[in-house]
């Protein structure tokens, strides 16, 4: 299996969960959209990326690393607070880890690459972290 292009980025947001589509009615039709929520997240991780990766997107099979990094609570304990930081206990709670990943992937589609289609492997990780972030990293394998 031969790379041919590899994207490493680290976005400076909270990811944010795809949360069920809202749907409204519009005449006899029935429009379906994204919580305001979730759109501003998928808007704003496509400008970041978009700022930091200034190529054309990728067009071949991917393999897809990603690193859901999100802050710890300030109610727990110091010496909790530096076992979750340290990923001895690492994020177990809600948001569940498929849904973060459906919120990129989407937001990410048209600026890493054209399609999620394209990912042909995934792996994807939540930790804590002192600052919320998103690490991304894209191998190509083959290009069409």
């Known amino acids: ?10 976005l400076p947001i ?3 969960q795809q949360i069920r589509p809202r ?9 379906m959209y994204d919580p305001k929520k979730v759109k501003d997240y998928k808007k704003m991780l496509a400008k970041i990326a978009s700022d ?4 054309e ?12 990094a999100r802050a710890v609570q300030k109610s727990v304990t110091k010496s909790e607070r530096l076992k979750r930081l340290s990923n001895a206990h690492r ?11 459906k919120s ?7 600026v890493l690459w054209n399609d999620d289609a394209q990912i042909v492997d995934l792996n994807a990780h939540k930790v804590y972290d002192v600052i919320p972030h998103v690490d991304i990293r894209v191998v190509e394998i083959a290009d069409y």
């Open 104 to 110: 990129t992937l989407d937001g990410l589609n048209g």
């Open 57 to 68: 997107p990728l067009k071949g099979e991917l393999i897809v690393d990603l690193t859901f």
């Open 1 to 10: 299996m031969e790379k041919l292009k590899e994207i490493d980025l680290t």
């Open 91 to 101: 994020p177990r709670m809600k948001p569940d880890v498929d849904n973060y990943i």
């Open 52 to 55: 930091k990766y200034l190529h």
């Open 14 to 16: 909270e990811p944010i």
């Open 23 to 31: 749907a409204r009615r519009m005449g006899k039709s029935i429009s």
